[in-house]
């Protein structure tokens, strides 16, 4: 039986606006017919704090450390909690609600979409597992305690950790019949950066809530030279990763590009929406 062909695009850096930008516009795109199910891997340029749709900017980000530090700063269309986006490898991915064998239901779709991240982490040669946070066990290991604004603090159902510690984010949508799902697969992890940009009742409670998570992240680097390896490089994570969602979804991944119509909608809505503090600040 022969797979079905969806699109890949390696975008390369991009400003924290003109990637939320495309993600989005590829997702409008796919539901008009004008483009297929895509992968897109990207990076950011400044390093970036992204934070989740239903975040309040002002009661959780340092908004002045923000600037103070050059750091981009954008409000991603989906859930969770706040990334630093820099030494990461950023997917995204875009498919009908309807595609074959899709489950209807976002915990489910999680587990089929991030299967492909498995098997990127096992062709790095790394063991990693998602987390079911159906069972008992599973509950009680990454019960979310009051934690940080941070995203790695910890997994939810489907997110794939490593010797207990998570090593990707992600985070979907849905809208106009289609799934957006884009995550960060780290590379290398800088904590007191990130924390540098969150905000805390007290400087205690701060030191503490950032060994906590130091517990209960880790990055691709972490792991590598805890095994006496060298780091990957974001090449090589690249190639991994394209392998394996390939194999994972069971799907052939075709290079292409982004539509001269994605290109302008794209264009447009960072201007008009996530380059704009009235969506980035508007919680």
Not at 31 to 39: D, F, L, M
Not at 189 to 209: A, I
Not at 244 to 261: C, F, H, K, R
Request: hydrophobic share 35%; glycine share 8%; proline share 5%.
């Amino acid at each position: 039986m022969q797979k079905p062909v969806w699109r890949f695009i390696r975008s390369g850096r991009g400003t924290p606006d003109g990637n939320m930008a495309i993600d989005e516009a590829m997702l409008i795109a796919l539901s008009e017919g004008k483009a297929p199910p895509t992968v897109r891997f990207y990076g950011w340029n400044p390093p970036t704090l992204s934070i989740g749709y239903f975040q309040r900017a002002e009661d959780e980000i340092d908004l002045d450390e923000v600037r103070r530090r050059g750091t981009g700063f954008v409000r991603r269309p989906t859930g969770g909690r706040a990334v630093l986006h820099d030494q990461e490898l950023t997917y995204s991915m875009v498919v009908p609600e309807d595609y074959p064998d899709m489950p209807r239901t976002v915990n489910e779709a999680y587990r089929v979409l991030s299967e492909g991240l498995v098997h990127g982490f096992r062709n790095l040669g790394l063991r990693a597992q998602m987390v079911n946070l159906g069972t008992e066990e599973e509950k009680a290991k990454y019960a979310s305690t009051a934690g940080s604004a941070a995203c790695f603090d910890s997994p939810s159902w489907y997110e794939l950790v490593v010797e207990g510690r998570k090593i990707t984010g992600s985070a979907q949508t849905r809208s106009r019949g289609v799934i957006l799902q884009h995550g960060s697969i780290l590379l290398e992890m800088d904590v007191e950066e990130l924390f540098s940009m969150l905000k805390f009742s007290n400087e205690r409670v701060k030191e503490r809530l950032k060994a906590s998570f130091r517990t209960k992240a880790v990055s691709i680097g972490d792991i590598c030279r805890s095994m006496g390896r060298a780091p990957v490089t974001y090449e090589e994570a690249e190639t991994a990763f394209r392998a394996g969602i390939a194999e994972g979804l069971g799907i052939v991944l075709e290079d292409g590009e982004l539509t001269p119509y994605e290109r302008e909608l794209a264009a447009q809505l960072s201007k008009e929406k996530y380059a704009n503090d009235e969506w980035n600040l508007r919680r």
